[in-house]
Every structure is written in C-alpha cells, then in structure tokens.
C-alpha cells in the first residue's frame, strides 16, 4: 500500500490588504494598497517554508489566482520553478495551473517539462477548473469553459507526451501546427496529473482519466465525490483505485497544547474569512454555470451579493457551518466546529493524527494530504513551529497508517446494490 | 398604446434551427433584432408598432428557447443565419430594428445584405470600436452589480429593478440562456467586431441611428460616431431614456420609426 503523502500549502496571501474596508479583495482592488517591499517578505517567507518542507519530509504546493490579495502568486509555475531548483526530495504540486485560461497550453507545457527536468521529476501536475473570479483578470470567456478546458488537458498533456516530431491541433479553442516541446518532461509519460473537483460532473471526468481526484474543503462529501470516481474507472476498466488516486486539502493547526494548536488554526482560518471577498459581478459570470443552475441562482439572489456560503460546511451529523466571510460568518467557527466539517485538523499532535485516520477512513483511504499549514496572518515563525511538530510527530504515524481496511471498506460499500438513503 | 392585436407567438424552423417568434400587426413588415433579453409582446412598444407594422421579434439562436447549433461562433454567424431567415420568412422591403446587442447584429446583416430592407433602424447599438485602445467605449458590464447595471441602463432605474423570485422557471432559464449566448458572442473583442466598422459604408438603404440620452452603456456620442460611418444615416436623441428607449419612451420610440418608415 502506497504511503501518504503529504503536502503543505499556503496562499500566499497578502493579509495586510484585510484590514481594508472593500468589497472585492479580488480582481478590483486597486494594487497601489499592494507595498512591494511587503510583498517580498511575504513571499520569501513562504518561499522559506516549503524549503524547510523539504528538510521535514513534507511535499510543496502552490497555488495561483489573479488581481488578487488573497495570493501573490500568479502563476503556479514561478515559486515551483525555483524551488524545483533549490530543494532536493519534495514533490512540488503546482493546484494548480489554471491550463483553460491560459492563451496557450503548449506555452505551459513547455514551463511544466522544464520544471520536472530541472527538479529530476518531482513535478505534480494540478490542472484545475479556475475559479469564476479568475475569469475577467485573464479576459477568459466564461461559455463553454468546461469544454475548452478538456481541449486544454488534452493538448497539454499531448505536447508532454509527444515524441515524434511536430504534431498538429486544430480544434474549437487551440490552434498550432507544429508543436515539439524542449525539453520534454523528465518523467514518462508525463507528470503525475492532479484535478480539483467539487461536483459530480468531474469527479466521472477524472474518475475516466485515471487522474488524482483532489478535493479541497469538501468536508465529509469528499466521500460522495471518491465513490462516483470509483465507479466511473471500474465502469471503464481501469479497476478499483486506491488511495494514491485521491487528495484531500484542508488547514491545519498542531501545537503542543489544543490550545496551541486551535490558535495556529484560527490564524490560517483567516482565510475562510477573506477567500470569498469578491464583487457581486465576479462570484458568477455568465456562462460559468450551466443555464439551469443559473436561472435557480437568479431566483435565490435577486442582488448575487458578496461571498454568501462560500464555504458551507457541514458538519457528519449534519450541522451547517457558515463558515465564508459574508456579514456575521466566519467569526462565531469554533475549532471544534471545522473539525466536525471536516476543514479543518488541529490540536495536540495525537489530536490531528486521529482527525486525518478519522477522515481517511471515512473516504475510503486517502493517498495525498494537501495541509494549509500557513494561511492567513501565521506568521513565518508559528508555521515553521506548525510544520515542525507535525513533521516530528504526526507524519512518522502517518507513514506507517495501513489503508487497506479502509479501501476493503468502501469496495464493500460499492459492491451493495445502491442503498436508497 | 396597448395593442389588441393577436400576438402570435410560435415555434419556426428556419435553416434547420428551432427558434422562438413572437409576431403581431399588419401593415409593411418589421423585423425587430432584441437585446440580451428577449422581447415582451406585453411592452407598450412592441403594441405600438404592431399598430402599423407587421411585427416579427424572433429569439435569436441561443437565447430565450431559441436552439443554439454549435457551429454559430459570432454575431456574423447570427448575421448568415438571419439572411437565410429573411429568406425562408419571405421578409420583403421590411424595416430591420436592432437594439443594443441586436443593432449590432443588424449591422452585421446590413454590411453583407440590404435586399429585404427599405429602412434600417439601430438603438443604441453596441459593435463597432470608436475610441482608442484604452478609451472603454462600452460599460463593462460583466464587472458591475446588477444594480449598477440597471443604473447604467436606465434612465429612470427606479422603475425598472426586476424581481427574479416572482418569475417562472421558464422565464429565468429564458434569461439565463439568454445571458449565456450574449456572454458568449461578445465577451472579446468586448461586444464589437474590429473589422465592422469599415463595412459600415455599404449600408445605402435610408438608416436611422436612435439613441437614449441618457445611456450609460454606450455614449450618445459613440451613437453619432456610428451613424456617421453609414451614408446619410439620421441621427434621433431621445430624451429621459437610457440604453433601450424602446422600453422608456415608447411613444416616441415608435413615432420615430412609423415616421421615418413612412408607414
């Protein structure tokens, strides 16, 4: 059985922007409330935690989002090109590089296979949807963006993949005629591939393709989500997957006291609290969604207002959790009450342990563990003693967690014909 | 100036492709090109004209019900589909009206044909860049609130607010279809063809360029420049209206064009 693994992520946000009155942290905030020298420190401290990651045996991930002051990265392949550089072991997962809002995913692959090359193959391949707010930043056109973004994946993963020679793509949305990538990636095929999914849609899509299906703060649902997966790659023949085909990503708070460690977390937990801060025009372009889940989304706001259950979690006995950054959110989530939604793990290090074998468990084995070790104002040295006693005392355990019970669990749940509750 | 004119309201097939038509009046024929949403029969506009035009107001392929085939791309796509439509419809020396996003659409048709058209009238069209590269001829109004984009829209916004809960599930997924296809067709170039303005030229039927004075989508001065890329067009403010006169000053609306059409 495959070892867990685990990530640790941070935004890289840019917190100082969170005391401005404003409502859009995203897209229209002007960037001269961005100080450049601030900036800096900020992301060389991030940079310094996912170096220090590859000393504690943890793995990197990076993120990319635009105009925004909720993270300073613009593109995933920036901080991974350097660190591909300058750590040794740790796998590097861009989650991703938004492949359907760039111009040209040949011009990305071409990024991703030096990358890998550079870091001897240690390159992650996180391709996810993009969010509705990255849609005017990158002039994206919101119709149809499901279909140009599988036209993406597949062109990409084609100019990785591709030995002989020039190769032709002609479709709806890319146009090149001679595409031969240098180099090509250091691993064969290509990168491991990683997509974000929340909805039923995609988890089939991935489910299809034999890519890790990743789910970020779905909670106890992730199960509902690894299940339609499992059926749709035995319906096609790939076989029962096992955990190394799916990823979970919540924030993570440990310290040596429960106290301690539900301190660290409702400082990452800023995040909840400034992620959703967006204009009522860029929650949901036109087209983003399918017609008839707008035509519902028009009837529940009449103003499309700022942020509403960005997050609504939900706790296992089915507790709602308003948990996003809308008026009176956020503030009142205990530590306890995003653990019951599963968001979040945190307290003393036996605490996080039984949390994560807890949700592994539940989901049928879970091969990659995304922490949100740093976000919000943690502050760069909490997060390195966050990320150290994690390392020290809950990821030895973790390596040696046997999920087979876990598996042998959920392929019995799929064996039963289809319960109606 | 409501009409009590039977409205027809209907399903055709035109080159293959189910639309919705709403047609009323008798009298010389008018083919109305809507906005992003679709007409109401039920507008004090659309009666007036039915007074003295044989009215016919289809739903443009991808918005309302009307069915959206792949291949249609952009609004010159729409344009090819609408000269086949003129055919298979037997429009003959109509009037051709387009609001907003269907005045572009109009100019589109017009640039490639005018055989069917005595007359042409654009409302505060949108389709053509006037301004210089970092001048926003028209509002971006994918990054504002609805309710700053009824501010834009109208003159008197007060009055114009809509209430999405109080629809049907027909009528929001009419709206949300609707939305998507205009998303769609102008989102880049934003809602303009770089290449039509040069055409512009080639309309020589009498053309008529109506426009809101009180527009905040498109200028009235964007309208003068439009009309001043087409042969002898007329250019008519229209006074306390916004982007759809048609809508605000329907009286006015529908003497300028019964006026102009000779009708």
Redesign the interface.
Known sequence: MPELRVYHFSEQAYHAAWEIETDSLR??LPNRNCDPAVASNIINERLDEWMLCDELGLDIMVNEHHSSATCLSPSAAIPLAMLARQTRRARLLGLGFAVSLRRDPVWLAEELAYIDVVSGGRLDIGLPKGAPYEI?PT?S????ITERYWDAHDLLLKALSHQDGPFNWESEWFNHRQVNIWPRPFQQPHPPVFVTGGSPGTARSVGERGHVLVTILGGWKARELFDIYRRRSLEVGRGFPGPDRFGYCALMGVGETEAEGHRRLQEIAGYFRTTSIV????MN???YMP??A???W???N???GRAGDHFPATTRDGRKLKIGSGAGMGTGVSAQDMVDAAIAFTGTPDQVYEQIVEFCAHSGGVGNLMIMGQGGELSHAETVANLSLFSREVLPRLRELDQSAFVDAARERLEQPVATA | MTSTRTIHSSTAVVDEVSIDLVRAGEGKQLLFLHPVDGVDPAQPWFGGLAECFDVIAPSHPGFGASEWPSEFRTVGDLAFFYLEAIRELQIEDAVLVGSSFGGWLAAEIAVRSTAAFSHVVLVDALGIKVGGREDRDIADVFAVSQEELTRLAYHDPDRRRRDYSAMSDEELLAIARSREAYTYFGWSPYMHNPGLRRWLRRIRVPTMVVWGASDGIVSPDYGRAFAAEIPGARFELVEAAGHYPHLEQPERFVDLTREFADA
């Open positions: 897209v229209t005017s002039n056109n919101p119709v149809k204009g009522e025009a860029f372009p036109p087209g017609p008839p707008n035509a519902q028009l009837k529940r009449q103003t499309r």
